[in-house]
């Protein structure tokens, strides 16, 4: 009593194209992840941007606000000087 054993094989490979079209999509689908979980930890609360030192001072969360402030402090420092 002997058996005989049928092995199917199949073998498949992915043509160059397609490997190109999914290594393209992981690097860019991990670049996508690295940009908007990098935004959203900047965006997160902090406990200096909520801090009054910080909002005291007319911090609204940009670096925008530092240099409209020192505009307005010049200007004052060169009307004071005018008269």
Known sequence: NQRDWVVTKSIWHLSDTAIKSFYTFYAMFTVWGVC??????????????????????????????????????EATARGDLLR
């Open 36 to 73: 908007f979980f990098a935004s959203m930890k900047a965006s997160m609360a902090d406990p200096f941007y909520d801090s009054e030192h910080y909002r005291g001072q007319g911090g609204d969360g940009t670096v925008h606000w530092y240099y409209d402030r020192q505009e307005d402090i």
